[in-house]
C-alpha cells in the first residue's frame, strides 16, 4: 500500500471512528496545521533571502495596508469556524461536522476557511521590514517570484 493511501485510511478511520477518538485526535489536527502553517512563512522568507526580491508596497502604506486585511483573515477564519462548530463538527479532518455546511461564507465558496487564513498570512507579512523578511508571505508571493524571480537570479549568477 502506497503512503498516499495508508494516510487516506487513517484519515478515514479516525473521522468516521468514535466520538471519543476524534475528540482526542482534533488537538493533533491543529498542531499539524500550525506547523504547516509556520513552514508556509518560513519558505516564504527563505525565498525572499535567496533570491532578494523587492517590496510589494511601499514602506508607508504596508501597516494602514495589514490591518485591515489581517482583521478580514481572522473574520472569515472565525466566520467559517462558527458555522463548522454549529454542526458539532470542526474544522479539523479527524473531527469533521455529521453533515455538509452550506450556510454563512459556505453560500459563497467551497472553502472559506482557507480564504481566510492566506488573507491573514497577506496581511500579518505586510509590516516587515525589507532587511531580509519577507513582507507578504503568502502564495500570492509566489506570482512575483515567478515575474521577478529568473531576473533576480540571473543578475546574480
Same mark, same amino acid.
Request: aromatic fraction near 10%.
Given at each position: 500500500?502506497?503512503?498516499?493511501?495508508?494516510?487516506?485510511?487513517?484519515?478515514?478511520?479516525?473521522?468516521?471512528?468514535?466520538?471519543?477518538?476524534?475528540? *482526542?485526535?482534533?488537538?493533533?489536527?491543529?498542531?499539524?496545521?500550525?506547523? @504547516? +502553517?509556520?513552514?508556509? &512563512?518560513? #519558505?516564504? %522568507?527563505? =525565498?525572499?533571502?535567496?533570491?532578494? *526580491?523587492?517590496?510589494?508596497?511601499?514602506?508607508?502604506?504596508?501597516?494602514? @495596508? +495589514?490591518?485591515?486585511? &489581517?482583521? #478580514?483573515? %481572522?473574520? =472569515?477564519?472565525?466566520?467559517?469556524?462558527?458555522?463548522?462548530?454549529?454542526?458539532?463538527?470542526?474544522?479539523?479532518? @479527524?473531527?469533521?461536522?455529521?453533515?455538509?455546511?452550506?450556510?454563512?461564507?459556505?453560500?459563497?465558496?467551497?472553502?472559506?476557511?482557507?480564504?481566510?487564513?492566506?488573507?491573514?498570512?497577506?496581511?500579518?507579512?505586510?509590516?516587515?521590514?525589507?532587511?531580509?523578511?519577507?513582507?507578504?508571505?503568502?502564495?500570492?508571493?509566489?506570482?512575483?517570484?515567478?515575474?521577478?524571480?529568473?531576473?533576480?537570479?540571473?543578475?546574480?549568477?
Amino acid at each position: 500500500m502506497e503512503v498516499r493511501e495508508s494516510w487516506i485510511n487513517l484519515l478515514y478511520k479516525a473521522a468516521t471512528g468514535t466520538k471519543k477518538t476524534r475528540t *482526542l485526535l482534533t488537538p493533533v489536527g491543529l498542531l499539524i496545521f500550525g506547523v @504547516f +502553517s509556520s513552514l508556509f &512563512v518560513l #519558505l516564504a %522568507i527563505l =525565498v525572499d533571502r535567496l533570491l532578494g *526580491l523587492p517590496g510589494l508596497l511601499p514602506e508607508i502604506v504596508r501597516l494602514p @495596508f +495589514s490591518v485591515p486585511v &489581517v482583521a #478580514l483573515g %481572522i473574520i =472569515v477564519t472565525g466566520w467559517s469556524a462558527i458555522h463548522f462548530l454549529k454542526v458539532k463538527g470542526t474544522p479539523v479532518p @479527524f473531527n469533521p461536522p455529521p453533515k455538509l455546511v452550506n450556510t454563512g461564507p459556505y453560500r459563497y465558496a467551497r472553502n472559506p476557511m482557507l480564504t481566510g487564513v492566506f488573507l491573514f498570512l497577506f496581511g500579518v507579512g505586510g509590516p516587515s521590514q525589507k532587511s531580509g523578511h519577507t513582507e507578504q508571505p503568502s502564495c500570492m508571493r509566489l506570482q512575483e517570484v515567478f515575474h521577478h524571480g529568473k531576473k533576480t537570479y540571473r543578475q546574480r549568477i
